[in-house]
């Protein structure tokens, strides 16, 4: 059962950033973060101690008050939290590895001696009246015993848990048996965050959050390390269109902000990516135009004007009469419509590519192509 009160928590400049080749310069982060919470995101995640800028960027945000939207992510270290709360913030999410791969080949720590650790440092960080959030690094190849025993010795300590699907490895139904099992065995709110690693983020995230997870972790345009993360955009619309699930967001800043984070990043949104890929609204087919033309919702789910966005009806060597006569009225014969059609196809085939209303306007300006 989906929650009435779900929580989104935006990692984009952070999970997002370590995309490897992504730099967002100080003004870009604040502008990103400033659209973030006008669109309605809960939480933003920072990780202030990977660099001076970082701290810099952190102790400007906390002096102009966002201490209740942005949390910063501290590793178990009692230096990180000491110097979380000197910056000024309020939360914290602490994290640390969960699984016996992590704690054998990376930390080199027992399960016992992991879980004294993330006591020890909890208790220190609550002491010094910080809240805190927790998330379990390859939660999703942990033992289940341990991660259940893990969670609930948190209880009454944490805000909330995130476990990680850190390699993307679960499928759906696998991520909604473990999100149903933890939300059962534990007392704990429970949220969850996936990577992308065989492209089912978003509908892993789709299933914990059905399963009745209370938060879930994603990026715009789904930015992330090697393959990604849940793309947040997919995520608020398949709940509203596909699951009636409608969230108090600004449904129609979706575009702009995913606009802004493919600019400021660099890394571009595949052409056909859902939701906000630059072929999402665009129409070629003649016979998919003519079904536009008659009823948008024949070839479209949802209004894009919903996020912000207009639909585009392109010119290729796929298209008919109809896409000209939405461009051009009675203006022309039926005859004259299928001469000019014949020219498009031809010019559209020789450049391999689709042609733009203007580019088609200009073509018949003088009654024949514009080169």
């Given at each position: 059962?989906?929650?009435?009160?779900?929580?989104?928590?935006?990692?984009?400049?952070?999970?997002?950033?370590?995309?490897?080749?992504?730099?967002?310069?100080?003004?870009?982060?604040?502008?990103?973060?400033?659209?973030?919470?006008?669109?309605?995101?809960?939480?933003?995640?920072?990780?202030?101690?990977?660099?001076?800028?970082?701290?810099?960027?952190?102790?400007?945000?906390?002096?102009?008050?966002?201490?209740?939207?942005?949390?910063?992510?501290?590793?178990?270290?009692?230096?990180?939290?000491?110097?979380?709360?000197?910056?000024?913030?309020?939360?914290?999410?602490?994290?640390?590895?969960?699984?016996?791969?992590?704690?054998?080949?990376?930390?080199?720590?027992?399960?016992?001696?992991?879980?004294?650790?993330?006591?020890?440092?909890?208790?220190?960080?609550?002491?010094?009246?910080?809240?805190?959030?927790?998330?379990?690094?390859?939660?999703?190849?942990?033992?289940?015993?341990?991660?259940?025993?893990?969670?609930?010795?948190?209880?009454?300590?944490?805000?909330?848990?995130?476990?990680?699907?850190?390699?993307?490895?679960?499928?759906?139904?696998?991520?909604?048996?473990?999100?149903?099992?933890?939300?059962?065995?534990?007392?704990?709110?429970?949220?969850?965050?996936?990577?992308?690693?065989?492209?089912?983020?978003?509908?892993?995230?789709?299933?914990?959050?059905?399963?009745?997870?209370?938060?879930?972790?994603?990026?715009?345009?789904?930015?992330?390390?090697?393959?990604?993360?849940?793309?947040?955009?997919?995520?608020?619309?398949?709940?509203?269109?596909?699951?009636?699930?409608?969230?108090?967001?600004?449904?129609?800043?979706?575009?702009?902000?995913c606009n802004k984070v493919e600019e400021y990043s660099g890394i571009k949104m595949q052409r056909h990516k859902a939701v906000c890929g630059e072929n999402a609204f665009s129409h070629e087919s003649g016979l998919h135009v003519d079904g536009i033309l008659k009823d948008p919702l024949n070839y479209e789910i949802y209004n894009p004007e919903i996020i912000g966005r207009k639909r585009k009806i392109l010119f290729g060597k796929h298209s008919g009469i109809s896409s000209l006569k939405y461009l051009f009225g009675d203006k022309f014969s039926?005859?004259?419509?299928?001469?000019?059609?014949?020219?498009?196809?031809?010019?559209?085939?020789?450049?391999?590519?689709?042609?733009?209303?203007?580019?088609?306007?200009?073509?018949?300006?003088?009654?024949?192509?514009?080169?």
């Open positions: 059962m989906i929650k009435d009160e779900l929580l989104i928590y935006d990692t984009t400049l952070r999970d997002g950033e370590q995309m490897p080749g992504v730099v967002f310069s100080l003004d870009q982060k604040r502008e990103l973060i400033d659209k973030s919470l006008n669109f309605g995101v809960d939480i933003i995640d920072l990780m202030p101690f990977v660099s001076e800028s970082e701290m810099r960027l952190a102790e400007n945000l906390m002096n102009d008050g966002y201490q209740k939207k942005i949390i910063s992510a501290t590793p178990l270290k009692k230096d990180f939290i000491d110097k979380a709360k000197k910056i000024g913030f309020e939360k914290l999410i602490m994290f640390t590895s969960v699984s016996d791969i992590h704690l054998q080949k990376k930390l080199n720590l027992s399960r016992e001696e992991n879980l004294e650790k993330t006591l020890r440092l909890i208790d220190y960080a609550r002491n010094n009246d910080l809240s805190i959030a927790f998330a379990g690094e390859d939660s999703t190849r942990a033992d289940i015993s341990y991660l259940i025993d893990f969670i609930n010795s948190l209880n009454g300590k944490i805000d909330y848990f995130l476990p990680c699907d850190t390699l993307g490895i679960l499928t759906p139904n696998e991520t909604y048996e473990f999100i149903k099992m933890l939300k059962n065995e534990t007392d704990v709110k429970i949220g969850l965050h996936c990577h992308n690693d065989f492209g089912q983020a978003t509908a892993n995230t789709l299933a914990g959050i059905v399963a009745g997870a209370d938060i879930f972790s994603g990026t715009f345009t789904g930015i992330g390390e090697r393959c990604g993360n849940a793309s947040i955009e997919e995520v608020v619309m398949s709940l509203l269109i596909q699951y009636d699930k409608k969230l108090n967001l600004n449904y129609n800043m979706l575009t702009s902000i039926n005859e004259e419509y299928s001469n000019m059609l014949k020219q498009v196809k031809e010019f559209a085939e020789s450049q391999k590519r689709t042609l733009f209303e203007s580019e088609v306007r200009r073509m018949f300006v003088n009654g024949g192509i514009v080169k």
